[in-house]
């Protein structure tokens, strides 16, 4: 049973581009989370998905932006990149109406220069 | 809005010894649940053991086991027989009772095992 699979691992943006990272749910999952976490911090959390609607969003500007397809994959995209988006990307499912089993995948290792 | 501090960047225990990571928490919620995530070198977030607020009695994961003061807003983390593998940075974590709330972190505390 593959656990949330993130693509790419790594990646490297100039400041001023546009990114998209991409995230599978762990199967049975309907509801997706993206965090952000700079390097010695803890995540902070961006947006969150279900049912194709963003449900939830953090303290994040516009250019912040996701989507969730049919099969409950997601994308973060983010324009207008900035050095300080310089971060791991994690992207965490679960079954909406549970209160536990989130699972993580191991994060995108984004570099913005 | 709920925070959640981690006033403990860096701890370090010897091998089979017992650590305990410190955890305190605001909230004026009453339904919520606490937890202990490890994140290894791998960066997969990796939960340990969580925590209703509701219950009174600490939650044990084998050599994992909580302190859990309520109305203190702590919620420790205590590693017995500490091994290797128990290297890596620990969060604690917030979550709102209720369907798709959101996890608020701590800054974490990176535990190394001396041998």
């Known amino acids: 049973d593959a656990g949330v699979t993130q693509s790419p691992t790594h990646l490297i943006k100039t400041r001023g581009q546009q990114v998209t990272l991409r995230c599978s749910p762990k199967?049975?999952?309907?509801?997706v989370s993206w965090y952000q976490q700079a390097l010695g911090q803890g995540p902070q959390f961006i947006f969150q998905y279900y049912e194709e609607e963003e449900r939830q969003r953090g303290n994040f500007p516009d250019r912040f932006s996701g989507h969730q397809f049919p099969n409950y994959s997601s994308e973060l995209n983010v324009n207008a990149l900035l050095l300080g988006d310089s971060a791991l990307y994690l992207c965490?499912?679960?079954?909406?109406?549970?209160?536990?089993?989130?699972?993580f995948g191991s994060g995108t290792r984004l570099t913005v220069v | 809005a709920q925070t959640v501090t981690q006033s403990q960047p860096e701890m370090s225990v010897q091998e089979a010894e017992t650590v305990t990571l410190s955890c305190t928490y605001d909230t004026s919620e009453s339904d919520y649940y606490l937890f202990w995530y490890k994140q290894p070198p791998s960066r997969q977030m990796i939960l340990v053991i969580r925590?209703?607020?509701?219950?009174?009695q600490n939650a044990t994961e084998n050599r994992f086991s909580v302190n859990f003061q309520k109305a203190a807003k702590s919620f420790s983390l205590k590693i017995s027989d500490s091994q290797l593998g128990d290297a890596a940075m620990y969060f604690c974590?917030?979550?709102?009772?209720?369907?798709?709330?959101?996890?608020?972190f701590g800054k974490g505390i990176t535990l190394s095992v001396r041998p």
């Open positions: 965490a499912s679960s079954f909406f109406q549970q209160i536990y089993g989130y699972t």
């Open positions: 925590q209703e607020a509701y219950k009174q």
């Open positions: 974590a917030y979550r709102n009772g209720g369907a798709n709330s959101k996890l608020t």
């Open positions: 199967s049975g999952h309907d509801t």
